[in-house]
Nanobody, 119 residues
Framework: QVQLVESGGGLVQPGGSLRLSCAAS????????MAWYRQAPGKQRELVAR???????NYADSLKGRFTISRDMTKNTVYLQMNSLKPEDTAVYYC?????????????WGQGTQVTVSS
């Protein structure tokens, strides 16, 4: 079982940048697909970006070019670099870890970190 703790959220002006971090502990970090999701008020949680242990990445189409996901295996941490932020990026951002096994997928979530984009 893995524990996930997000950090780096906050208030930023439109056009600004933030980097979110998600520190993983309690298990072998390298076996997990890691992802960032977000949930805005009144909306469903949506995938932002995902990165595999082999560092293959995929992104929500609307966010390509502005957001970058990465992982540091030495620090058991996954990052989300967010640039050119817009008010519509305001949401709670959640870190997600998935371990794919022959018995099924084991999914874990962090507690979330608030990102607010406003002038």
């Amino acid at each position: 079982q893995v524990q996930l703790v997000e950090s780096g959220g906050g208030l930023v002006q439109p056009g600004g940048s933030l980097r979110l971090s998600c520190a993983a502990s309690g298990s072998i970090f390298s076996i997990y697909d890691m992802a960032w999701y977000r949930q805005a008020p009144g909306k469903q949680r949506e995938l932002v970006a995902r990165i595999t242990p082999g560092t293959t990445t995929n992104y929500a189409d609307s966010l390509k070019g502005r957001f970058t996901i990465s992982r540091d295996m030495t620090k058991n941490t996954v990052y989300l670099q967010m640039n050119s932020l817009k008010p519509e990026d305001t949401a709670v951002y959640y870190c997600n870890a998935v371990h794919h096994t022959s018995f099924g997928d084991f999914t874990y979530w962090g507690q979330g970190t608030q990102v607010t984009v406003s002038s």
